[in-house]
Nanobody, 121 residues
Framework: QVQLVESGGGLVQAGGSLRLSCAAS????????VGWFRQAPGKEREFVAT????????YYADSVKGRFTISRDNAKNTAYLQMTSLKPEDTAVYYC??????????????WGQGTQVTVSS
């Protein structure tokens, strides 16, 4: 069983930055794809970014492309989501997930508990 723990969320002003971390309980980021999803109040969970396990290939939602960067540190068994130029519409609970990868949540088998990101205008 893989356990994922997100951290790094918080309150930030529009235009600011945050870095989210996703720590895995065992060797995960080097053997699974890691994805970040988010869910705003009253909305469905949506794909944000993903990085595959072997070549580090990344994909982003159009809404975050150029502002967010997903990365991983295999030695620390941790994945990251660097978020810059944050907008109020980025406000959501952010989840990391591990699995075979893709842009839909059913392609991931393991999920963290989520971390709240709030962007004030």
């Amino acid at each position: 069983q893989v356990q994922l723990v997100e951290s790094g969320g918080g309150l930030v002003q529009a235009g600011g930055s945050l870095r989210l971390s996703c720590a895995a309980s065992r060797r995960t980021v080097s053997t699974y794809a890691v994805g970040w999803f988010r869910q705003a109040p009253g909305k469905e969970r949506e794909f944000v970014a993903t990085i595959n396990w072997n070549f580090g290939i990344t994909y982003y939602a159009d809404s975050v492309k150029g502002r967010f960067t997903i990365s991983r540190d295999n030695a620390k068994n941790t994945a990251y989501l660097q978020m810059t130029s944050l907008k109020p519409e980025d406000t959501a609970v952010y989840y990391c997930a591990a699995g075979k990868g893709g842009k839909t949540d059913h392609e991931y088998d393991y999920w963290g508990q989520g971390t709240q990101v709030t962007v004030s205008s």
